[in-house]
C-alpha cells in the first residue's frame, strides 16, 4: 500500500540518509516540519510550537510555510536559515551555516526559487529573486544574488 501526505514526504526525506545513522536530532526536527506542513487546527499550533523548540534549540531557522520537496537532506543541522517564502525542490541537500533569503528592494527584490537535486555547500548564502535550475552543485561559501538562472 503506497503511503501518502506528510509520512511518505518524511520517509523520503529519511530514506536520502541512507544507511549511515540519522542525528536523532535532525530526525526529530524533520519529523515535526513535516508534520506541521501537514497538520490543521489545533494540531498545527502544537506541531508549530515543537518544531520552533527544536529548531531554535540546533540552529534551524526554518519555518513550515516553506516550500520544500521530498528527500531533503541536511547533513549538518547547524546555522541553517530559510526565509519562509523560498522554494526548494526535491533531493536538495543543505549544510551548515547555509542562508537562503529575500532581497527586499531593486531588481533583484523577491526569495530564490531551487531546483531538484540541488546541492548546497556549507556557509552559501543566497538571496534575491534568483532561480538555481536542477542538478546544481553550488560550491561552499558562495554568494549568489543573480536576476538570471543558474543550470549546469
Given amino acids: 500500500m ?16 541512507g544507511a549511515s545513522k540519522v542525528d536523532k536530532y535532525i530526525k526529530k526536527w524533520n519529523y515535526f516540519f513535516r508534520r506541521c506542513q501537514y497538520a ?10 515543537l518544531l520552533l523548540k527544536h529548531g531554535t534549540k540546533h540552529g534551524i531557522e526554518i519555518d513550515y510555510p516553506v516550500k520544500i520537496g ?21 533531493n536538495c541537500n543543505i549544510h551548515k551555516g547555509v542562508t537562503i533569503g529575500q532581497e527586499n528592494r531593486g531588481k533583484r527584490q523577491g526569495t530564490p526559487i531551487i531546483g ?26 558562495t554568494y549568489l544574488n543573480l536576476m538570471y538562472q543558474v543550470t549546469r
Fill in 2 to 17: 503506497e503511503m501518502s501526505g506528510w509520512r511518505a514526504v518524511f520517509e523520503a526525506d529519511m530514506y536520502r540518509y
Fill in 40 to 49: 490543521s487546527g489545533g494540531k498545527k499550533i502544537i506541531w508549530h510550537l
Fill in 116 to 141: 531538484d537535486n540541488v546541492w548546497i555547500g556549507m556557509n552559501v548564502t543566497i538571496v534575491g529573486n534568483i532561480k538555481i535550475g536542477n542538478d546544481v552543485l553550488i560550491a561552499p561559501n
Fill in 70 to 90: 521530498k528527500g531533503l537532506f541536511i547533513a549538518h543541522p547547524y546555522g541553517i536559515t530559510i526565509n519562509d517564502k523560498c522554494i526548494i525542490g526535491m
